[in-house]
């Protein structure tokens, strides 16, 4: 008989995709924003992401990738950690060949217990859209119509519905793909997910045309959104969060310029990573690096994200966050072990007991 309460005295694993459809994009909203609000109450704490690249070829890595946060509403500390190999393709873009290892481990407070193993894959396009959902919630006009995605992957579609959720006036959807032949496809997944009309358009300009709310989420290496296309009132996200060891980015320097108001998820982590065009544009004095804002301030202080209806407004979605996976984790691992979709295994495993170390080191 299956046990009717989740025991975070043991260890449950998941890695069946449908895990993902147990939690809506508007829970997922609220978790992670409560989630940021005890950042700012020091009852959440994140460590800044880390990366290390060891070069097996030209253009070749063995990447590892690394985040852990404490979530006191959770009781639980959440550590995502990735190896895979990464390549640089012809064009400038970071690919993933091959099989990898990611996982979010959620550890209990009071047992020290790791009572879940979640593949990332199920959690990692959520908990991003989800916080740009949050952040663009209080920088974008509220009567917002018409959202432009650059892009058409699995972010784009997590954007899209996360969107829809807090932007109730939203008529269109609008994206747009070099490569026409996946068009119908990325029109078809969205429309299964969105209830208004999906447009495909011709180029990046018509895209950004008469948008309220443009979103880049692509592997470009090179801008893909350019500031002599923005228009007055327009809000913009990126979500490229590079690093130094592979630079890119999505928007370009006039972009960042043209924004009354820029938020990011961590100042800190523009000079760790290099990012830009931020870090350049700092540097240079074209913006003050105190003009940035960070997002836990934006939503616990009285700051004005919008200065007028007529202003551009940037969120650079620049970094991922433990504190994210340490919201969403407890809440997936729940349903899915009531689904029975989650796998029990021994903890015994990963803990080092007491008992088991004296009966080691007995004289």
């Known amino acids: 008989m299956t046990p009717k309460a ?3 005295g ?11 459809d147990l939690i809506s994009p508007a829970e997922a909203i609220f978790a992670i924003r409560s989630a940021l609000a005890n950042v700012s109450l020091n009852e959440a704490h994140s460590l800044p992401r880390r990366r290390i690249y060891v070069e097996k070829s030209p253009n070749r890595y063995l990447w590892h990738n690394s985040m852990a946060a404490w979530h006191e509403g959770e009781r639980t500390i959440a550590v995502r950690t990735d190896v895979a190999t990464v390549q ?12 990898f290892s990611g996982f979010v481990m959620l550890f209990d407070a009071d047992t020290c217990t790791p009572y879940g193993i979640i593949q990332d894959h199920i959690l990692s396009p959520l908990r991003v859209a989800a916080t740009s959902a949050i952040a663009s919630q209080m920088m974008a006009r509220s009567d917002s119509r018409v959202l432009s995605l650059m892009g058409g ?7 899209a519905t996360c969107f829809l959720e807090v932007f109730p006036n939203l008529e269109e959807i609008r994206f747009f793909v070099r490569t026409a032949s996946r068009r119908k496809m990325i029109v078809d997944r969205l429309s299964a997910k969105c209830n208004v009309p999906i447009v495909s358009m011709e180029s990046p300009q018509e895209l950004i045309t008469g948008a309220d709310i443009v979103v880049a989420c692509t592997n470009a290496k090179d801008p893909v959104l350019r500031g002599e296309w923005i228009e007055p009132g327009q809000h913009l996200v990126t979500v ?14 006039q972009c960042a310029l043209a924004a009354s108001t820029i938020v ?11 990012q830009e065009p931020l870090k350049s544009l700092i540097e240079q004095g074209a913006i003050e690096k105190g003009q940035i804002i960070e997002l836990t301030d934006l939503l616990h202080r009285d700051i ?8 551009v407004t940037l969120y650079d979605n620049n970094v991922g966050m433990g504190v994210q996976f340490a919201a969403l984790g407890p809440i997936i691992l729940e349903r899915a072990f009531k689904a029975g979709l989650a796998e029990q295994i021994s ?8 008992a088991t170390l004296a009966e080691q080191f007995a004289p």
């Not at 992957?153 to 954007?159: D, F, L, N, R, Y």
């Not at 490229?240 to 320097?253: G, L, T, V, Y």
């Not at 004005?304 to 202003?311: E, G, I, L, P």
């Open 88 to 99: 640089l393709s012809d064009d400038g873009k970071m690919e993933f060949p091959g099989d």
């Open 10 to 20: 043991q260890t449950y694993y998941v890695n069946d995709g449908r895990a993902l």
């Open 240 to 253: 490229a969060s590079p690093d130094k060891h592979f630079p890119r980015q999505e928007i370009d320097q």
């Open 153 to 159: 992957g699995e972010q784009a579609v997590a954007h």
């Open 6 to 8: 989740l025991d975070k």
């Open 264 to 274: 990011v998820n961590s100042v800190e982590q523009i000079f760790v990573d290099e």
């Open 304 to 311: 004005m994200a919008r200065a007028s209806d007529r202003a």
């Open 347 to 354: 903890s015994n495993i990963f803990m080092t007991r007491r």
